[in-house]
């Protein structure tokens, strides 16, 4: 299974590359439809569904459930780990792949914002991408004190996401 955050959802022309190049390779590939992902959403109720789906593909007849892997990447990779963790989830994947995610909001703004990261021994300066800055201004502006017009925001937002 594959799960991601974006507005092109099962259309992402990189998540089908890889989607057709594991299945190529032998591999059952399932693209699941998150509602809030494809909004760009993070929310809880994108853990839920991702349980549900989990659960309805390990019950199939043609699946092995004790060698299901999962491949979260971007928000889709930090909401899998936390739907791993969450107790409605009775079986676990064999294995899980999280790529391009967060797990601290404090070091994953400051990326997102200066490019700058660590892994414990060194640090690493990257160009940042718009796209992140994106992503986290969308989700999070309406926690602040004084928030701007979010129909403005959204609108912004959505021109944005076209153009990626």
């Not at 390779?25 to 789906?53: C, D, Q, W, Y």
């Not at 593909?57 to 990447?73: L, S, Y």
Request: charged share 30%; proline share 4%.
């Amino acid at each position: 299974m594959l799960f991601r955050s974006t507005p092109a959802a099962e259309e992402h022309e990189a998540v089908n590359i890889l989607a057709r190049a594991t299945a190529l390779a032998g591999v059952r590939t399932f693209l699941p439809r998150i509602p809030a992902m494809k909004e760009v959403l993070v929310r809880e109720e994108s853990i839920e569904h991702m349980i549900n789906v989990y659960e309805a593909v390990e019950i199939r007849e043609d699946i092995d459930k004790d060698r299901i892997a999962c491949v979260g990447m971007s928000f889709g990779g930090s909401l899998f780990i936390k739907a791993c963790l969450d107790e409605r989830l009775k079986n676990r994947p064999a294995s899980v792949i999280s790529y391009g995610s967060y797990f601290d909001f404090k070091e994953a703004l400051q990326f997102a914002i200066t490019g700058r990261c660590s892994d414990g021994k060194k640090e690493y300066v990257f160009e940042p991408h718009n796209w992140g800055r994106i992503v986290f201004f969308h989700n999070y502006l309406e926690y602040l004190d004084n928030p701007c017009n979010r129909s403005e925001e959204r609108r912004v937002g959505k021109e944005c996401r076209s153009r990626w």
